[in-house]
């Protein structure tokens, strides 16, 4: 990617792919940053941290992030999570619920939303 490629940020629960679609971001030479927003009480921590030029926000389900990971957590605290993600759904450029794709469909649909604003 040349110099000017935008700044991608990634937020979402944990579990919802955020790492996995990063690392193939960046093997294609685009700058992400992963923003741990679902652990921050600063609604708009994404922003004043990170204030990328495109925030995607990746989206699961409880049962889904729960067993993706091995999570030994409570439906409260995804629901936490949720509540801490909203601000960052609300203003995300591209917002993609991964419960039923696989990180290849994640990715394509990145790159289809990337392309398109070149």
């Not at 940053?33 to 389900?61: C, G």
Request: charged residues 25%; proline residues 5%; aromatic residues 8%.
């Amino acid at each position: 990617m040349p110099a000017s490629s935008p700044l991608i940020g990634v937020v979402g629960p944990c579990g919802s792919g955020k790492s996995t679609l990063i690392a193939r971001l960046e093997q294609r030479g685009f700058t992400c940053r992963h923003i741990a927003q679902e652990h921050s009480y600063v609604k708009d921590m994404w922003k004043r941290i990170t204030n990328p030029d495109v925030l995607i926000f990746l989206q699961a389900s409880y049962p889904v992030c729960s067993a993706r990971r091995a999570l030994n957590w409570t439906e409260e605290e995804y629901l936490e999570q949720q509540r801490r993600l909203e601000h960052a759904c609300a203003h995300a450029d591209l917002v993609i619920d991964t419960d039923s794709l696989t990180p290849d469909e994640v990715f394509e649909r990145v790159m289809a939303f990337l392309n398109s604003k070149v």
